[in-house]
């Protein structure tokens, strides 16, 4: 009865001349190898085969999205975009639902599964609202403590402990060379280009990105608002933040993207590794 309400619903919309957008996503569960570590990790997807890397949603200015969600997992998740859907939205495990988006403005949101098992490890993107006439690119940061993944997907810890170490650190949940063929992430643009780059932290601990070459423009902060209209080449990305930054490159040349806090650049302290990006411009 829902999706038939909903569809009749976007029908009306579209009569009207709103633009709706029609997607699928799957919560899965897996595990993911990172140098020699494996960690368990819930991610969305856009089919039901497990792929580490959680599926982004773009939007153009004025879309709204109808979005049909299908839980694989034998656990129930939900379908929370904070401020936007928080009630109502639980999804049961081998169930699905369906959920009508209608961004109130241009800009990156989030969508996480608010349980335990799944946003502590990894449940959580982005959609991308507007800005379609730029470049878009996508910087989702998390860490994880191998030794931790296991008691979280098994349901005997729902927290992250105040002695938390993570040795795990990645972009799109990949590291390494995997990055430098990471489309989504790998900014390769010219001088002038305009650039937005969407970032969310769907880590457990605060991150800070550091670029070389440039200063960006922060256009928007969730939860350190005071940063909006800065224009800066380093600066936090609290836990949980979303971030929309834009840079507009004045040199060609190769530079680096890196977390400011060295741990963060190693894999259980090996370097080089984690959250390390390369940039690209050309003349």
Known sequence: ???????????????AKSVVILDTLYINRGSVTVVDYTILTCVFNDSPVFYKQNKILELN?????????????????????????ETGNVIPGGGSDDFFVSP??????????????????????????????????????????DTLTDKIDAGTATTIPSDY???????????????????????????????????????????????????????????????IGWIKDSFPVVIGEVMLVMLVPDQDGMFMVHNHNMITVTTNGVYPGGMMQMMTIMP
């Open 1 to 15: 009865m829902r999706f038939l309400t909903l569809s009749i619903f976007v029908l009306f919309l579209q009569t």
């Open 61 to 85: 200015s004025g879309d709204q999205l109808l979005l049909h969600v299908i839980n694989t997992d034998v656990l129930e998740h939900t379908f929370t975009i904070d401020g936007l859907i």
């Open 104 to 145: 109130p403005a241009d800009g990156a949101y989030r969508f996480y599964s608010d349980k335990p098992y799944g946003k502590l490890i990894g449940a959580s993107s982005i959609i991308m609202v507007g800005y379609e006439n730029h470049f878009r690119y996508y910087w989702n940061l998390f860490d994880q403590q």
């Open 165 to 227: 170490t993570p040795d795990i650190f990645n972009i799109n949940m990949k590291v390494g060379t995997e990055l430098t063929t990471d489309t989504l992430s790998y900014i390769m643009q010219s001088i002038g280009d305009t650039i937005i780059v969407a970032i969310v932290n769907s880590g457990n601990m605060h991150h800070n990105l550091h670029w070389h070459g440039y200063h960006v423009t922060i256009l928007n902060a969730t939860e350190n608002s005071q940063m």
